[in-house]
């Protein structure tokens, strides 16, 4: 390891990034001496201009993967070389407005039904019944489910935050079932274990997301789900049964409700309204 790699790993741990960000970040510097074949250290500002560029044109880099990009060679190049480069400042990854895919409670249950392995299946419905994140979710341990309190304790949520999720009294049921298949110690949704020894790791996630997509097509569901379209399902059916909205942003983890307000868009109780809504209005114009 180089010296300026040691040390912008230091920087991200000072920083107070997460483990998983911290991965993420050093990934991006990574690609960039793979693509130009050189240490980060000898590029010079005009070759990470055109590799910004080759991002955005070329490859078509989703906004969020361009703002990753920028984010960690900013930090690599600014606080660890201690290089001031105007490239680093002037460029900003266009916004993008996408509403997420979201699924009807009929959906949910027709998709989740076509997951057959029990694991896979239990872990998609925790995740939809709490509205976590993948992660979140693959990564629940055994001591965070209060059945007395009927709550999960999330730890490590994006940007490194706790929060407590309501826990449904069937969901709680359905995992404590589960929990006696395997009765590992520590993990609610352990790895397949090895010459006879339970896993020290939980299950991964690509397995996770490759049984949602293998039920995808079963149930001939024809938007593009993913297994975060779950969370965004549950924020949206939440706000249809009347939830407060504050409610719903501190179950996510949004640090502004700003974000959540986004599901009130996404609501078949907002699209009946405004539709009748709509209908008076040509009704009284053609009238």
């Known amino acids: 390891m180089t010296p300026a790699r040691q040390r912008f790993i230091e920087d991200l741990q000072l920083r107070g990034l997460s483990a998983r960000t911290q991965e993420s970040y050093v990934r991006v510097a990574r690609q960039l001496a793979e693509h130009y074949g050189k240490s980060p250290e000898v ?42 480069w105007p490239t680093l400042d002037f460029v900003r990854p266009a916004r993008e407005k996408k ?37 979140e979710g693959v990564h629940l341990q055994v001591g965070d489910i209060d059945g007395e309190r009927h709550l999960v304790h999330v730890r490590h949520g994006k940007g490194n935050k706790d929060r407590y999720v309501a826990l449904p009294q069937r969901l709680l049921e359905q995992l404590r079932a589960y929990w006696r298949t395997h009765r590992h110690p520590t993990w609610l949704f352990p790895g397949a274990p090895r010459a006879g020894q339970l896993s020290p790791a939980p299950m991964c996630e690509s397995g996770v997301q490759r049984a949602l997509q293998a039920a995808r097509r079963e149930s001939g569901l024809t938007k593009p789900a993913t297994v975060h379209t779950l969370r965004h399902s549950y924020a949206t059916h939440l706000l249809e049964a009347g939830v407060n909205l504050r409610v719903i942003q501190a179950y996510l983890g949004h640090a502004s409700p700003t974000t959540t307000a986004l599901y009130t868009h996404l609501t078949q109780k907002t699209e009946a309204y405004m539709v009748e809504t709509i209908d008076r209005v040509l009704e009284a114009l053609w009238a």
């Not at 057959?116 to 239990?122: D, E």
């Open 43 to 84: 590029i010079s500002e005009e070759e990470l201009r055109q590799y910004l560029l080759y991002l955005k044109n070329e490859k078509h880099a989703a906004r969020n993967t361009c703002t990753l990009a920028l984010c960690s060679l900013k930090l690599f190049y600014q606080q660890t070389l201690k290089r001031e």
């Open 99 to 135: 509403l997420p895919v979201v699924l009807s409670v009929a959906e949910v249950r027709r998709l989740l039904s076509c997951v057959h392995q029990p694991r896979y299946r239990m872990c998609l419905s925790a995740i939809y019944a709490c509205g976590l994140r993948l992660q």
